[in-house]
C-alpha cells in the first residue's frame, strides 16, 4: 500500500504543514496545533477538501 500524505493548516493561525494519514486520527477528533495550540476537530485542519475526503476514505476502512 502506498503512503498518503495529507496537506494541513491550522485556522487559527495559517501554519501549514504535511502528515501521514495513517499517522492521524478521525476526522471529527479534537485535535492540537503544536504551533500556537489551538483546538478544533482534525476535519477544520484539512487544506483542501480532498485532504479531507482521502482521510476520510482511510479512517471508514
Known amino acids: 500500500m502506498q503512503e498518503a500524505w495529507l496537506q494541513l493548516q491550522c485556522p ?3 501554519v501549514a504543514w504535511e502528515e ?8 471529527e477528533t479534537q ?4 504551533d500556537c ?6 476535519s477544520e485542519f484539512m487544506r483542501t477538501t ?3 475526503e482521502v482521510l ?5 476502512s
Open 12 to 14: 487559527a493561525c495559517s
Open 20 to 27: 501521514q494519514v495513517s499517522d492521524l486520527p478521525a476526522p
Open 31 to 34: 485535535f492540537t496545533c503544536d
Open 37 to 42: 495550540g489551538a483546538e478544533r476537530s482534525l
Open 50 to 52: 480532498r485532504d479531507l
Open 56 to 60: 476520510q476514505e482511510f479512517t471508514d
